[in-house]
C-alpha cells in the first residue's frame, strides 16, 4: 500500500473538473447548432488502425461469441465512425476516450480525451474553418484570440528551418537535425523522423500564442488516411492546429479509395514486420466499409485535455485529468 496515502487524490482541481464539463456542454451546443449527430461506437474492438507513429493497447476479451480473443482499445475512434458515415450516418461527432501506448509526458498520457467529427461533403479547407472556429469558441472565456492564421507545411520549412521538404535529400536532411540546438543521432531516423524534428525544433516554437495557427498540405507519406492532393502528389489533404506551440488537432480530407487504402496498411503492417513491432490484424470490416462507398467527407480528431489545459493556463496535462496513468 505504498504511496497509497497521497496517490489516491486526483491530481485535477476541482476548477478543472468543473471547467471541463462546461466546455463539453459547449461544444455539444456548437455541433447541435450545425447538425451534426453525436454518435458512440465502441473503445474495445477487434481492429485498430495501423498508422506507424500510433501504438494501440491489446487486452485479452473472453465472451461467448466473440470471435478474437484480443482485442484493442482505440488509438481513436476513426475507424468505427468511417463505418457510420458507410451506413448513412450524414456528419456525426463523438466525445471519447482515447488509448496510445507509450506516450506519456508533459502533454501525453496514454489514456485521453478525444474529439472527433467528420463533414460529409466538405472539403478540407471548409473542415480547417470550424476548426479554428470551435477552438476560438472553446477559448473565449479565457483569452482573446487574433483571426486564425493557415500556412502550408512547405513553406513554414522553406522559411525557418532553409529546407524544401519535397525535394531535400534525406542527408541533406540529417546535417539539418544534426545542426540544431538539440543534436541527436540520427542513424535510425527516416525521412519523416527527420522531418518531425525539424518542424518540432525549428517552426512549432515559433506559432504565435494569441491565435490558432493551421499548417496544411503535409508530406504525403505523413497522412496514412489521406486523399493526396491532384494539384501536387506530393503533399496530402492534411492539416494540424495549434494555439502557440501546443498541437490540438490532426485533420484529414479522407481517403475513400478502398483499394489504396489497403496497400498502405499492407506497407503499414510490412514496415512494423520489418522493425519488430506488433502487428494488429487487418481491419477488415473497416475495408468492407469503404468497399460499399465511404461518402466525400473530412475528418479531424482533437485533443480536448489539452484544450483544456490552454484555456485555464495549465503546466501539463496532469492538471487537466483527475487521475493519471500513475495513479489510475
Given at each position: 500500500m505504498k504511496g497509497d496515502a497521497a496517490e489516491w487524490r486526483p491530481t485535477a482541481g476541482l476548477a478543472a473538473l468543473k471547467r471541463r464539463a462546461a466546455m463539453l456542454a459547449e461544444l455539444r451546443a456548437f455541433f447541435a447548432e450545425r447538425g451534426v449527430l453525436e454518435v458512440e461506437t465502441p473503445l474495445l474492438s477487434a481492429e485498430t488502425t495501423l498508422d506507424l507513429h500510433l501504438e494501440p493497447l491489446s487486452s485479452r476479451a473472453e465472451a461467448p461469441g466473440v470471435e478474437r480473443a484480443r482485442m484493442y482499445l482505440q488509438t481513436s475512434p476513426e475507424l468505427a465512425m468511417k463505418r457510420l458515415l458507410a451506413a448513412g450516418s450524414g456528419s456525426i461527432y463523438q466525445v471519447c476516450k482515447a488509448f496510445r501506448g507509450g506516450e506519456r509526458g508533459r502533454w501525453h498520457n496514454p489514456e485521453f480525451t478525444i474529439l472527433?467529427?467528420?463533414?460529409?461533403?466538405?472539403?478540407?479547407?471548409?473542415l480547417m474553418r470550424e476548426v479554428a472556429a470551435l477552438i476560438e469558441t472553446l477559448l473565449a472565456g479565457s483569452r482573446r484570440l487574433e483571426p486564425a492564421t493557415y500556412v502550408a507545411y512547405a513553406d513554414l520549412m522553406r522559411q525557418h528551418a532553409g529546407i524544401d521538404p519535397h525535394e531535400a535529400s534525406i542527408e541533406v536532411l540529417r546535417r539539418a537535425v544534426e545542426d540544431s540546438p538539440s543534436p541527436v543521432d540520427t542513424s535510425g531516423l527516416d525521412r519523416d523522423d527527420l522531418l518531425s524534428r525539424l518542424f518540432g525544433e525549428r517552426i512549432e516554437p515559433?506559432?504565435?500564442?494569441?491565435?490558432?495557427?493551421?499548417?496544411?498540405?503535409?508530406?504525403?507519406?505523413?497522412?496514412?488516411?489521406?486523399?493526396?492532393?491532384?494539384?501536387?502528389?506530393?503533399?496530402?489533404?492534411?492539416?494540424?492546429?495549434?494555439?502557440?506551440?501546443?498541437?490540438?488537432?490532426n485533420g484529414y480530407g479522407e481517403l475513400c479509395?478502398?483499394?489504396?487504402?489497403?496497400?498502405?496498411?499492407?506497407?503499414d503492417l510490412a514496415s512494423r514486420h520489418r522493425t519488430g513491432r506488433p502487428l494488429p490484424p487487418t481491419p477488415s470490416r473497416f475495408l468492407a466499409a469503404l468497399e460499399s462507398g465511404l461518402p466525400h467527407c473530412a475528418g479531424v480528431a482533437l485533443?480536448?485535455?489539452?484544450?483544456?489545459?490552454?484555456?485555464?493556463?495549465?503546466?501539463s496535462i496532469d492538471e487537466m485529468i483527475a487521475f493519471p496513468v500513475e495513479r489510475a
Open positions: 472527433e467529427w467528420y463533414r460529409e461533403g466538405w472539403d478540407v479547407r471548409r515559433r506559432f504565435a500564442p494569441d491565435r490558432v495557427t493551421v499548417v496544411f498540405d503535409y508530406p504525403a507519406s505523413q497522412a496514412a488516411m489521406a486523399r493526396l492532393n491532384a494539384s501536387d502528389p506530393r503533399t496530402a489533404e492534411r492539416f494540424e492546429a495549434y494555439v502557440g506551440e501546443i498541437e490540438l488537432a479509395d478502398p483499394a489504396e487504402q489497403r496497400q498502405r496498411m499492407e506497407r485533443g480536448l485535455d489539452r484544450l483544456l489545459g490552454l484555456d485555464l493556463q495549465a503546466g
